[in-house]
Every structure is written in C-alpha cells, then in structure tokens.
C-alpha cells in the first residue's frame, strides 16, 4: 500500500523578482513523496506541489491541511480539486512508476536531447534589463521572454527597440508577457506600439475573467495573443473548451501547477489543436522538482514539440534542489550522470 508524506520548502530568489503583479524574494512550496513500506527496495518518487502565492486557485491558509489530507490518499490525489496538489501527485507517481520501470527513458532523460527554451528577461530599471538582455544573448538565447508593465511603457519601447537595432526579427524572437498589466481601454493602442518591433506574441495582456474584453483583443490585436492566467484553475474539459472557443486566442501558455494538473495540461493541448492554436509549456517558479517534472511530462507525452518552452527558472534560486539539470546554451538538458540531493533537514510529515 502506497505511503505519502509532505514537506514545505522556502526558496530564495537570486535578485529582486518583479512582475506587474508584485515583487518577490521568496518562493514557498511544497514537496509530496510516495513509496511502499512493504518494498524498500522498489523507490521514492518526488513531485512538487508548486503553490503559487497571491496567484494560485489554491491559495488558502488550511493549505497545508488540504496537502496533509490528500496524501491520506496519494492514487486520488490526481483528482483533487486542487491544481498544485494535482500536479504534485501526478508527477510523484510519475517519477515512482519510472523508478520501477524497465521501459528506456525518454531521450531527454537520457541525456540524448535537450528541450530548447526562452531566455527569460525579469523586470527591473531600465540599465537592469538592458544587461539582462545582453547575457542571454551572450548565452546564445535567440527567443527572449521580456516581463513587461512594471516601468514606463516609453522605457520599455526604447528598450525593445534597442534590441531590434542589433537583432533582426529573423534573428531574435521576442516574446512579451504583461502580467495583465494593461486595461482595457489602453491595451490596442500599447499592442500597437509594440507590434512595430515585430513581436512573436504578448501574454495575458489585461486582467484574467474579462472575457469579452480578451475575445475583442485577441481578434483586434496586431500582435498574436496568449492566455496564461486566464487558464488558472481546475476546470471541466466542457469548462476548458468554452473558455478557449469563446475567447480564440493565438496562443495559450501552460503551466501544469495552475491549469488544473498534467492531465488537464494535455486536455488544453488537445483542445488548442483542434481549434489551430499554438502552445508551449511553461514553470510556474517550480523548484528543480517540479521543473523536471514538467520536462519529464513533455518528453514522454509529447516528443515532437519544438517550439522553445518557458523551462529557464531553474536557475533563479539560491538554494535550489540539487539535480541532474543543465543548462547547455538555450536548451534545458537532464544529465543522468549527475545525482540528485534531497536536503537532509526536509522535514517529511504524514
């Protein structure tokens, strides 16, 4: 019979973390293990509950209760109507299964093939970003993901059209996210200013649960749209398809820890390819946990995507779960030669 047990995590961000929304320097979650007492020698798999505080559906102060409940249950857990809990079990199960199976992994677990990524620009002042730009670029980045709506929007063209003096579209792809830092009434018009720099696409660009204002933008827009935030939370497949239908967007942007689990994640894509709509995954701030999870999930269910994923958080820690994780370049490897280190002083509680 299947035991789990919890653990809470805090990780610390590297740098002033700033989106439209709010300024970080902590990053709490959560860490789910389930195993066979009656068969130690069968494995541990790990998974990540990767609450996203102020963001989350889950966002609750009984939490902690909510996860300590579930783990009564680990097989049910994956139905819970919590998308961080979801996601967490989903990938704990996933990574135990694989502990005891004789299936070859995939080829990015094997180390054979990396998952190429975007290089994400955080927010900060105007110098701040500008030299962020400059080392992915550095790196070899040649899709950048820049949060924008936490400056002057006169900062943020003059900075864009920097970029764009040295690197043409066919050089750089350029990917905007505002955090649903416009309004309605402003977003056109910023859309744009912006699309003269030959913008790839812009995320969530007003507030989520304005549906009709999403549909008219993305309709209107003279850049391709995402749906990020407005895909949050544990929805029917009915739910999940209206919402999309009804606001047909260009794109939508996927992280398994807010959109209702792995199951849900591959529901949206199935979806998102019926109606001709584009897509990549994306972290939402996980742990090297959850990121692997989340590279795991990809290279097994779907090996043929190329479009670079949102997968470069890995790096913005501290004090981050030590793994086989790579960054080769712009592309995210999992090298098996490397071991990973579980903190000894992770408190596990039933």
Known sequence: MLTAEWASYCLH???????????MHVKDTYFVRVYDPSRPDAGVGIGECALFRGLSADDRPDYEDMLAEACKDPLGAVTSPYSSIRSGFESALAALDAAQSTVPPSDWLAGRRGIPINGLIWMGDKATMRARIAEKLDAGFRVLKLKIGGIAFDDELELLREVRRSFSRSDLEIRLDANGAFTPANALS??????????????QPVKAGQLAEMARICLESPIPIALDEELIGVRSEHESRALVEAIKPQYII??????????????????????????WLTSALESNIGLTAIGSWLSREHPEATMPQGLGTGQLYTDNIESPLEMQGAELRYNPARQWHIPDNIQWRH
């Open 13 to 23: 961000f590297h740098f002033e973390a700033r989106t439209s929304r709010q300024t």
């Open 190 to 203: 910023r859309l744009s200013a912006l699309s003269a720099f030959g913008i790839h696409s812009l995320e």
């Open 254 to 279: 996927l992280k398994p820890s807010l959109c209702g689990g792995f199951s849900a994640t591959g529901t949206y894509i199935h979806i998102a390819r019926e109606n001709g709509i584009g897509w």
